[in-house]
């Protein structure tokens, strides 16, 4: 398992950007798969964008793709999203945990995440 934090949240207008940074406790770092996920303001969890242990390996959802990118650094047990365009619909609270299976199935510990809000 990895304990994720998570922080770089905060108020953006859309069509701004945001870096999201996971810091994520664990020996096994190097080794997991690493995702994001997002809840918006009632509505379930939703898988945003999942990287392999290589970082070579990188899925996103439609909604995202070509505006989020995914990276991590596994000297730092770090992983982060950038995300650009942003719309307000983007609007949620944004999580990071490990991927129990590629891409998109979570690990089941999660951190308090960090809130993105997108005004239009």
């Known amino acids: 398992q990895v304990q994720p934090v998570e922080s770089g949240g905060g108020l953006v207008q859309a069509g701004g950007s945001l870096r999201l940074s996971c810091a994520a406790s664990?020996?096994?770092?190097?080794?997991?798969?690493m995702g994001w996920f997002r809840q918006a303001p009632g509505k379930e969890r939703e898988f945003v964008a999942a990287?392999?242990?290589?970082?070579?390996?990188?899925w996103y959802a439609d909604s995202v793709k070509g505006r989020f990118t995914i990276s991590r650094d596994n000297a730092k047990s770090t992983v982060d999203l950038q995300m650009n365009s942003l719309k307000p619909e983007d609007t949620a609270v944004y999580y990071c945990?490990?991927?129990?299976?590629?891409?998109?199935?979570?690990?089941?510990?999660w951190g308090k995440g960090t809130l993105v809000t997108v005004s239009s």
């Open positions: 664990g020996r096994s770092f190097s080794t997991y798969s």
């Open positions: 990287i392999d242990w290589s970082g070579v390996g990188i």
């Open positions: 945990n490990g991927v129990r299976s590629w891409p998109s199935t979570p690990m089941d510990y």
